[in-house]
């Protein structure tokens, strides 16, 4: 399991979970499936979680419905969700494990007193445990954001 994400979409990322910290921030991201997984673009949604929002993200239905339409619109796979982890590992909680959909990569950000640290990228395995994907961040993915 691969995943090349582009510079621009980490930045996205980093700078939603540094914006929203302490807590989680949550969003979709877009590209190409196929061997290695291209990552094109980031879109961050709210966080839905009602009450504290430091450990846990929730993404409302609707912004799922959001997200697969806009994968239909521009052509893209919908690869799958990103969130933070305020002052915490960038590695998936239990409650990740039990919410998480076997076809989507989760990114995770470890952010560190405001400032985005490890970004590591998780999917589940035919058991329904987290197996880290590597990943590589390139200049050359393109971007087709609108």
Not at 10 to 25: F, G, I, T, V, W
Request: with cysteine; proline share 4%; aromatic share 10%.
């Amino acid at each position: 399991m691969k995943l090349n994400i582009s510079n621009h979409a980490l930045q996205k990322m980093r700078s939603h979970a540094e914006a929203d910290y302490p807590n989680e921030c949550c969003g979709f991201f877009y590209g190409l499936e196929g061997e290695v997984r291209q990552v094109q673009i980031a879109r961050q949604v709210d966080n839905a979680k009602d009450g504290d929002q430091r450990r846990r993200f929730q993404i409302d239905p609707r912004d799922y419905r959001k997200a697969e339409q806009y994968a239909i619109d521009h052509d893209l796979d919908l690869l799958g969700v990103y969130h933070s982890h305020p002052d915490h590992p960038a590695e998936p909680s239990e409650h990740d494990r039990k919410v998480a959909m076997p076809w989507f990569s989760y990114i995770i950000i470890s952010v560190r007193d405001g400032a985005a640290a490890d970004v590591r990228s998780w999917r589940l395995n035919d058991h329904r445990e987290f197996e880290e994907e590597s990943t590589e961040v390139k200049e050359f993915i393109h971007n087709t954001e609108t």
